[in-house]
């Protein structure tokens, strides 16, 4: 059964760091592109960063660019996303997501979503 499980949120006070997993089972995370997306009240679900399948290029959007760092770790078989320097808004629901390698991961097609983890950023 292919999944996608993350683990790691909770709640961090402005300038605080968390390390979000996201654990793949079914399929070999280092043949896929793996992206992380967010979402919070009244905000679109928004995709902010990616790994690709095919090597370790990493894609990030500016609003979390040099705050967060996607990295890879295919004996476990899980994508992690450390996030640095947290701000209130980014606060949301963080889903990873896996798609086919292809030539860039933020334009990948995801097909295959984990469940969510709550990140609240609040002091």
């Known amino acids: 059964q292919v999944q996608l499980v993350e683990s790691g949120g909770g709640s961090v006070q402005p300038g605080g760091s968390l390390r979000l997993s996201c654990a793949a089972s079914?399929?070999?995370?280092?043949?896929?592109?793996i992206g992380w997306f967010r979402q919070a009240p009244g905000k679109e679900h928004e995709g902010f960063g990616c790994?690709?399948?095919?090597?370790?290029?990493?894609w990030y959007k500016d609003s979390v660019k040099g705050r967060f760092i996607i990295s890879r770790d295919n004996t476990r078989n899980t994508v992690f996303l450390q996030m640095n320097n947290l701000k209130p808004e980014d606060s949301g629901v963080y889903s990873c997501?896996?798609?086919?390698?292809?030539?860039?991961?933020?334009?990948?097609?995801?097909?295959?979503w984990g469940q969510g983890t709550q990140v609240t950023v609040s002091s």
């Open positions: 997501a896996g798609a086919p390698p292809g030539p860039e991961c933020h334009t990948a097609p995801y097909a295959t």
């Open positions: 079914g399929f070999p995370v280092d043949h896929y592109a």
């Open positions: 790994i690709s399948g095919s090597d370790n290029t990493t």
